[in-house]
């Protein structure tokens, strides 16, 4: 009975990475999307989402490995994500002991940042080398390697956290959800309704509503830093388009390529 469910573990973890690869690939588009950020928050969550998929890559050639190996002593998918983050650790060590001033400067050298990873690729090299016997059935190891792939797709969760209500959603809930996510969204939808060539195709605006594309920002109001892209559904009383454009500085509308029956045009919202 345990050997049985040893084996099958083992394969919920095979089937597991393979649907968190699966998922991740085919919702890339979307990743990392309907969300305001500072630049901090930004690098946070790319630091995240890279750190995730270098375990996963590293668990994966484990696992693979494990099963396609003839010996009976194979490399163990758990010891190898153990030690990379074991040398992603100790390699991040003199960033965090750093003042931040000191940080920065070292930040700017190419060859520090190297340093985690080689020294995460030692670890992978070192742990490689503590090999188990494919015949031993052993429950811990199993919950393990299952457990890996959970807590790789749980960082994934975490990090695309944005509430969004998806673009399924009606278009007045979507509005809603962005006045309170984007900054001064209340100016980007002012702008769209009192846009000629907008009201033009689809008449008087009830709804502007961040849809599938493109909708993030960087935001830093009063410098260089704030900027983004908005892809919004415009619902009027004679149709229904899709705006989108890309600001700097400003959340507000100036060109739009606007896309109203399957034809896109490039339109002016300037005063």
């Avoid at 345990?2 to 690939?25: H, P, R």
């Avoid at 060859?111 to 742990?127: E, H, T």
């Amino acid at each position: 009975m345990k050997n049985k469910i040893v084996a099958l573990l083992d394969v919920l973890a095979c089937f597991l990475t393979a649907a968190i690869d699966i998922t991740f690939l085919t919702s890339i588009g979307n990743y990392l999307n309907y969300r305001q950020g500072t630049l901090g928050e930004w690098i946070y969550w790319l630091i995240m989402v890279a750190l995730a998929l270098y375990l996963l890559g590293t668990y994966t050639i484990g696992l693979v490995t494990r099963q396609v190996s003839r010996q009976e002593m194979a490399i163990e998918p758990s010891f190898l994500v153990l030690g990379c983050i074991i040398g992603l650790l100790v390699g991040c060590l003199p960033i965090y002991l750093s003042s931040i001033s000191t940080m920065l400067q070292k930040l700017r050298s190419f060859g520090l940042l190297l340093f985690p990873f080689l020294l995460s690729l030692l670890g992978i090299g070192l742990a490689g080398r503590f090999k188990r016997s494919k015949s031993t059935s052993n429950l811990k190891f199993s919950l393990l390697t299952i457990l890996i792939p959970c807590a790789i797709f749980l960082t994934f969760i975490l990090a695309n956290n944005h509430g969004f209500p998806g673009v399924a959603a009606p278009a007045e809930v979507r509005q809603q959800w962005a006045y309170k996510e984007f900054w001064n969204y209340g100016g980007v939808v002012d702008s769209i309704k009192n846009c000629q060539p907008i009201i033009k195709r689809v008449g008087s605006v009830k709804f502007v509503a961040p849809t599938q594309g493109a909708n993030n920002v960087t935001f830093d109001p009063g410098s260089s830093g704030h900027s983004g892209e908005f892809t919004l559904e415009v619902v009027g009383d004679q149709g229904i388009g899709v705006a989108n454009f890309d600001f700097h500085i400003g959340t507000f509308v100036s060109i739009v390529q606007f896309t109203y029956q399957k034809r896109t045009e490039e339109v002016s919202c300037r005063k």
